[in-house]
């Protein structure tokens, strides 16, 4: 089953600062989704962008798609140390799949005071 | 509503011991899955289920069973556990939906010695 590769593996940056993250993957997707660990904790859903939109905002937090490229990007600014966290993007295959997510490898974002 | 429950949050087992690791939602959703997180590896689907009465293999299913007698409850099973079954736990679910997110649980931390 395909996966989402993510880039960078870890980052490290200051308060005030924007964080990006990047996600690849190969095969067609339903949709995309992004989501947060904190240490010792579950997964918390952050967004959700479906196939045929580009671009996506929550608060703090931007996501956009590129279908062509196979990507797709977690854009988070003006960062606070309390984003400190681990951060998934997971991919719908959709069709028969029954929406089975897949998870990649994961960004570890340690955001400094 | 208390969401996602797994029980128990630790677990540690001897070789060929058996164990079954509860879940249990209170949002009424139809699917529900099972993943394990392992350093470096990201979260890989155990098994799903898209109903009471219906389940299906994920990425890594051998060594693991599991059921779905209620819309609540998705017990995951361990029948004689191995080393290599140690990891952390989540249990997730989420309306049928494909466009809809998953809830996760908080885990449960299992040993195999």
């Known amino acids: 089953s395909q996966q989402g590769e993510e880039d960078p593996q870890a980052l490290s940056i200051q308060e005030g600062e924007n964080a990006t993250m990047n996600c690849s993957y190969k095969?067609?997707?339903?949709?995309l989704q992004w989501y947060r660990q904190n240490s010792g904790r579950g997964l918390v859903h952050l967004i959700l962008?479906?196939?045929?939109?580009r671009e996506k905002h929550s608060g703090r937090l931007r996501v956009t798609l590129d279908t062509s490229k196979k990507s797709s990007s977690l854009l988070i600014t003006a960062s606070r140390a309390a984003d400190t966290a681990s951060y998934f993007c997971?991919?719908?295959?959709?069709?028969?799949?029954?929406?089975?997510?897949?998870f990649g490898q994961g960004t570890i974002l340690t955001v400094h005071p | 509503n208390a969401g996602v429950t797994q029980t128990p949050k630790f677990q540690v087992l001897k070789t060929g011991q058996s164990m079954t690791l509860q879940c249990a939602q209170d949002?009424?959703?139809?699917?529900m899955s099972w993943y394990r997180q392992d350093p470096g590896m990201g979260l890989r689907l155990i098994h799903y289920?898209?109903?009471?009465?219906?389940?299906d293999q994920g990425e890594v299913p051998n060594g693991y069973n599991v059921s779905r007698s209620t819309t609540e409850d998705f017990p995951l099973r361990l029948l004689s556990a191995a080393p290599s079954q140690t990891s952390v736990y989540f249990c997730?679910?989420?309306?049928?939906?494909?466009?809809?997110?998953?809830?996760f649980g908080n885990g449960t931390r299992l040993t195999v010695t």
């Open positions: 949002m009424n959703h139809e699917y």
């Open positions: 289920s898209v109903g009471a009465g219906i389940t």
């Open positions: 095969t067609s997707i339903n949709n």
């Open positions: 997730a679910s989420r309306r049928n939906s494909q466009n809809s997110p998953l809830h």
């Open positions: 997971a991919l719908s295959a959709g069709g028969t799949s029954y929406g089975k997510l897949t």
């Open positions: 962008i479906r196939s045929n939109e």
